[in-house]
């Protein structure tokens, strides 16, 4: 017969193998919860506030030994990424039937929250590139050390009140196709996955790739360049069968949107098959040495551009020209020029439309 959980109810001022004593509860989901703790044995004359925050398992879960392993594995690989936009897990451990990870207490907004503030506005590019540039980066160091994280969200991005980035629950992270993992998002499946930013691979149950987490980088990406979610909420393989696109964001360069409209791509062959390619070919050049902003600034209203008639006139001729000679086989300088004119045309397209 099983055993009957024997898990007491959480509360402040509760103490964790004589040395946590639990403060207020930051966060839950539907596999666990997270509680900002005092560490006593950290506390000290230059440190009398050692906080940490604790990801425990729910009491529901808390005999199910595959719940128990997974939450080790989700710190095990959590722990394996040093790097400054990766969160610091500290350690795993059990108290009774209570399973929970140590990890470093941030103080900040989560990516989800900023972008929900800001709507139907949204971050100025220059703050938005600079957010992004250090989670892309991040998110390839997981994938250089061999980690997919499977789960990457606005909800899983803090934006600290000293300026930095951390990317943090890798409870979903797969190295490969074996046990599930633990996740927040939904109970049912230890295994995971967020509908609106998942790839239609990884809702059909497939195993997640380093392009499945480039899907889910665009996607949050998109909503930060423009307050809006590409495909309007609806889950990859809806939008999908729906043949719906993403309309193209007013400001960034032609180059800039087939790179994010790739990693958008519906089938997992049609989007970039590394992290690295996409950032080179999105992010603008020297987005990673912007600091992170302490206050988000409101990218302003686009004015519409009004033209005369004669303007429509001309910039009609300088497009059809542009069309005509696109795929003419030409000498390298008239390449080069015809292109740049493409890319001026698509710009003022974009202020007038």
């Given at each position: 017969?099983?055993?009957?959980?024997?898990?007491?109810a959480?509360?402040?001022?509760?103490?964790?193998?004589?040395?946590?004593?639990?403060?207020?509860?930051?966060?839950?989901?539907?596999?666990?919860c997270?509680?900002?703790?005092?560490?006593?044995?950290?506390?000290?004359s230059?440190?009398?506030?050692?906080?940490?925050?604790?990801?425990?398992?729910?009491?529901?879960?808390?005999?199910?030994e595959?719940?128990?392993?997974?939450?080790?594995?989700?710190?095990?690989?959590?722990?394996?990424?040093s790097?400054?936009?990766?969160?610091?897990?500290?350690?795993?451990?059990?108290?009774?039937?209570?399973?929970?990870?140590?990890?470093?207490?941030?103080?900040?907004?989560?990516?989800?929250?900023?972008?929900?503030?800001?709507?139907?506005?949204?971050?100025?590019?220059?703050?938005?590139?600079?957010?992004?540039?250090?989670?892309?980066?991040?998110?390839?160091?997981?994938?250089?050390?061999?980690?997919?994280?499977?789960?990457?969200?606005?909800g899983?991005?803090?934006?600290?009140?000293?300026?930095?980035?951390?990317?943090?629950?890798?409870?979903?992270a797969?190295?490969?196709?074996?046990?599930?993992?633990?996740?927040d998002?939904?109970?049912?499946?230890?295994?995971?996955?967020?509908?609106t930013?998942?790839?239609?691979?990884?809702?059909?149950?497939?195993?997640?790739?380093?392009?499945?987490?480039?899907?889910?980088?665009?996607?949050l990406?998109?909503?930060?360049?423009?307050?809006?979610?590409?495909?309007?909420?609806?889950?990859?393989?809806?939008?999908?069968?729906?043949k719906?696109?993403?309309?193209?964001?007013?400001?960034?360069?032609?180059?800039?949107?087939?790179?994010?409209?790739?990693?958008?791509?519906?089938?997992?062959?049609?989007?970039w098959?590394?992290?690295?390619l996409?950032?080179?070919?999105?992010?603008?050049e020297?987005?990673?040495?912007?600091?992170?902003?302490?206050?988000?600034?409101?990218?302003?209203?686009?004015?519409?551009?009004?033209?005369?008639?004669?303007?429509?006139?001309?910039?009609?001729?300088?497009?059809?020209?542009?069309?005509?000679?696109a795929?003419?086989?030409?000498?390298?300088?008239?390449?080069v020029?015809?292109?740049?004119?493409?890319?001026?045309l698509?710009?003022?397209?974009?202020?007038?439309v």
């Amino acid at each position: 017969m099983a055993r009957a959980p024997s898990v007491p109810a959480l509360m402040p001022g509760m103490v964790l193998r004589g040395r946590y004593e639990l403060r207020r509860l930051i966060g839950e989901g539907g596999m666990s919860c997270v509680w900002e703790a005092v560490d006593r044995l950290r506390e000290g004359s230059f440190n009398r506030e050692a906080r940490v925050a604790l990801k425990l398992l729910r009491p529901s879960l808390s005999l199910r030994e595959d719940a128990a392993q997974a939450l080790r594995m989700e710190f095990e690989r959590a722990q394996s990424l040093s790097h400054p936009s990766i969160v610091n897990v500290l350690d795993v451990d059990a108290d009774g039937d209570l399973h929970f990870i140590t990890m470093e207490r941030l103080e900040g907004d989560l990516l989800g929250e900023v972008i929900k503030r800001l709507r139907p506005q949204h971050l100025r590019h220059d703050q938005a590139f600079a957010i992004l540039a250090r989670l892309g980066e991040a998110v390839a160091f997981s994938h250089d050390a061999g980690i997919v994280h499977a789960d990457i969200k606005p909800g899983n991005v803090m934006l600290t009140h000293s300026g930095e980035l951390r990317l943090f629950d890798f409870g979903a992270a797969w190295p490969a196709q074996r046990e599930p993992w633990i996740h927040d998002s939904a109970e049912r499946s230890l295994q995971g996955a967020t509908p609106t930013y998942a790839s239609a691979e990884r809702l059909s149950g497939a195993a997640p790739t380093v392009r499945d987490d480039v899907f889910s980088y665009a996607c949050l990406a998109y909503e930060l360049l423009s307050g809006q979610h590409p495909f309007d909420r609806l889950p990859a393989h809806e939008a999908e069968r729906r043949k719906l696109s993403p309309r193209r964001i007013p400001g960034l360069s032609r180059a800039q949107w087939r790179a994010l409209a790739r990693g958008l791509a519906f089938r997992r062959e049609e989007r970039w098959a590394d992290m690295k390619l996409m950032l080179r070919a999105f992010l603008p050049e020297h987005a990673t040495s912007v600091p992170l902003p302490l206050h988000y600034g409101v990218a302003a209203e686009a004015r519409p551009v009004r033209l005369s008639g004669w303007m429509m006139l001309v910039l009609g001729g300088a497009a059809f020209a542009v069309a005509h000679y696109a795929n003419a086989e030409l000498p390298v300088p008239v390449r080069v020029a015809i292109d740049g004119a493409r890319d001026w045309l698509a710009r003022i397209v974009d202020l007038v439309v």
